[in-house]
């Protein structure tokens, strides 16, 4: 367990006790580890955060492959091992190479990229390094992506940045079954 116990309908806001129940017969039961475990406490907020995560995954112009390598991205550049686990198998079967993972988990060189990729990672490394997007990155990423890809990227990186803020500041447990090599931190 983090550093909070599983929320229950008696420890939410006495005002979101209707939303705590819609949550839980929705999900069936409680999250005990990850970003649920720690936004079930606010179920507002939950169900916010889930609307957003929901569009970003079914209704945004970005591919699957965008979408991981972009939650990668941002998870390795937050040290969050919740996310990272959470996500690089599937980056991997959304098409991003193992070497692209590997090299960003290890924070090594990358390999050669394809356009894309490389105009996404600058772009999401960049941001996340200096607070801000140079020109040079944005046109790039721009490029790619258009007007609407690029904002909905950010979203992501914005939502997924929110959840490793989270899970790491309430020190969330790995899920039981995790998949993946621990990040060197």
């Not at 649920?36 to 970003?56: C, E, R």
Request: aromatic residues 8%.
């Amino acid at each position: 367990m983090g550093r909070i116990p599983a929320a229950t309908r008696e420890t939410v806001p006495s005002d979101q006790t209707a939303e705590f129940d819609e949550l839980l017969a929705g999900a069936g039961s409680v999250p005990l580890v990850g970003p649920g475990s720690i936004f079930w406490h606010v179920p507002k907020a939950q169900q916010a955060v889930t609307a957003l995560n929901q569009y970003l995954r079914n209704d945004s112009s970005l591919s699957d492959k965008t979408l991981e390598l972009t939650m990668l991205v941002t998870a390795r550049e937050n040290d969050c091992m919740y996310v990272w686990n959470a996500h690089a198998a599937s980056a991997r079967a959304a098409g991003v190479p193992d070497a692209v993972v590997d090299a960003i988990r290890d924070r090594k060189e990358l390999p050669a990229l394809a356009a894309d990729e490389a105009a996404l990672i600058n772009y999401v490394q960049e941001f996340y390094r200096t607070k801000r997007v140079s020109r040079g990155a944005y046109q790039s990423a721009f490029e790619v992506f258009g007007k609407q890809g690029l904002i909905e990227l950010s979203l992501v990186m914005g939502n997924y940045a929110l959840i490793a803020v989270a899970v790491n500041s309430f020190d969330s447990e790995l899920p039981a079954n995790r998949t993946e090599l621990v990040l060197p931190i």
